[in-house]
Nanobody, 124 residues
Framework: QVDLVESGGGLVQDGGSLRLSCAAS????????MAWFRQAPGNEREYVAS????????YYADFVQGRFTISRDNPKKVMYLQMNNLKPEDTAIYYC?????????????????WGRGTQVTVSS
C-alpha cells in the first residue's frame, strides 16, 4: 500500500516553469515504478513520463519534446516533474502513479496507486 500526494501545481504564463512533487507514504519507494499522467477537461488521462525503480531510466511521451524532466529521490520518498517552456495545451490535472511491477508504462491500468492530482494552468 502506498499513498501519493501531489503538489506544486499552479497558474503560469506561456513559457513558464513549474516543478511538481509527489510525496509517497510507503516504507520503501524503491519498490515502485513511478509515473506522471495528466488529464485535461474532456480528455482521457494520458501518460506524461515515468522513471524506473532506482531512477536509472526515464521515459517520456512524445509531446514532452525535451521540456519536462522526471526524477525521484527514494530516501526522501519523493518524485518530481520539472516542467519548462510550458504551453497552454499543457493545462491539465497532473497525477502521480505507482506500481510494483509494470508491463506497459503508458497504460493507466498498469498502475495500482494514484494521487488525487494537482492542477496546472498555463495562460496564453
Amino acid at each position: 500500500q502506498v499513498d501519493l500526494v501531489e503538489s506544486g501545481g499552479g497558474l503560469v504564463q506561456d513559457g513558464g516553469s513549474l516543478r511538481l512533487s509527489c510525496a509517497a507514504s510507503t516504507r520503501d519507494l524503491e519498490n515502485f515504478f513511478m509515473a506522471w499522467f495528466r488529464q485535461a477537461p474532456g480528455n482521457e488521462r494520458e501518460y506524461v513520463a515515468s522513471v524506473t525503480w532506482k531512477g536509472k531510466n526515464t521515459y517520456y511521451a512524445d509531446f514532452v519534446q525535451g521540456r519536462f524532466t522526471i526524477s525521484r529521490d527514494n530516501p526522501k520518498k519523493v518524485m518530481y516533474l520539472q516542467m519548462n517552456n510550458l504551453k497552454p495545451e499543457d493545462t491539465a490535472i497532473y497525477y502521480c502513479a505507482a506500481a510494483p511491477t509494470i508491463r506497459d508504462r503508458t497504460r493507466r491500468g498498469d498502475y495500482n496507486y494514484w494521487g488525487r492530482g494537482t492542477q496546472v494552468t498555463v495562460s496564453s
